[in-house]
C-alpha cells in the first residue's frame, strides 16, 4: 500500500516522520510512505483538488491522509469543505465509503500541537525540565480544549529550550520522536491513529 500524507506545514512532517512508523510498525503493516507539506492550510486546500485529481486513474493500491488544523474554524464545515473536494476529485472519503476509499480526512483539534500535549511523557523526555505533573492540571486535562491556543502554550513552556521563540519544526521532530501513539490523550490524535489503522482492516 502506498500511502501519501498532504499536510499544512514543515513541522506537521516533521512529526509524521516520527509517528507514522509508530503507528503502522513495519512488522505489522506493509507499505510505502511519502509527505507533502505545504505552507498553510490555504495553500493545501487551494492545490488539492488538482493533486486529487491526478489519483483517478492509478490503480487501487494507495490511501491519500489529509491532515489538516481545525484553528478557529468550525470543525464539521471544514470536514465537509474537505470531503467536498474529494468528492469532486471524483475519488471516494471514508465517510462516504467505509470499506472502499481513497481519502481519509483528518483534523488536528485545533492545532498539531494538542497532539503533543496529548503525550506529557514524550514532552518530559524530550525537555526534561517541563513538570511530570503537566498532564494532571486542569487547564491540560483536555490536550484538545487547551485555552487560547495549543502553539502559545507550548511556546511558553518551552521558552528555556527555545529562547527566541518556538521553533515549530524542530520542536515537532525532538517531540515526537518518543512519541508512543497508544498512550496519548488527545482525542484528534486518536482518531488518525484509528485511521490509519483502518486503512488496513
Known amino acids: 500500500m502506498l500511502l501519501h500524507f498532504y499536510v499544512e506545514e514543515l513541522s506537521a512532517e516533521a512529526a509524521l516522520v516520527e509517528l507514522v512508523p509508530r503507528i503502522l510498525p513495519a512488522d505489522e503493516f506493509e507499505y510505502d510512505y511519502d509527505i507533502f507539506p505545504f505552507q498553510g492550510k490555504a495553500s493545501l486546500l487551494r492545490n488539492l483538488p488538482n493533486r486529487l485529481k491526478a489519483y483517478r486513474h492509478r490503480s487501487d493500491d494507495w490511501r491519500v491522509i489529509v491532515l489538516v488544523d481545525r484553528d478557529a474554524d468550525d470543525c464539521q464545515k471544514l470536514k465537509a469543505e474537505l470531503d467536498a473536494i474529494v468528492r469532486d476529485s471524483e475519488l471516494k472519503t471514508r465517510t462516504e ?6 481519502v481519509l480526512n483528518r483534523i488536528a483539534i485545533e492545532e498539531l500541537e494538542a497532539w503533543f500535549f496529548g503525550d506529557v511523557e514524550a514532552l518530559v523526555t524530550a525537555y526534561p525540565r517541563v513538570d511530570a505533573s503537566l498532564g494532571q492540571k486542569s487547564a491540560y486535562r483536555d490536550p484538545d480544549a487547551i485555552k487560547g491556543g495549543t502553539w502559545e ?4 513552556l518551552l521558552a528555556f529550550y527555545h529562547p527566541g521563540g518556538l521553533e515549530k519544526i524542530r520542536a515537532a521532530g525532538e517531540i515526537s520522536r518518543h512519541m508512543q501513539p497508544d498512550r496519548n490523550r488527545s482525542k484528534s ?7 490509519l489503522r483502518g486503512i488496513f482492516a
Open 97 to 102: 465509503s467505509p470499506t472502499r476509499f481513497h
Open 153 to 156: 502554550h507550548l511556546e511558553k
Open 189 to 195: 490524535f486518536q482518531v488518525f491513529r484509528d485511521g
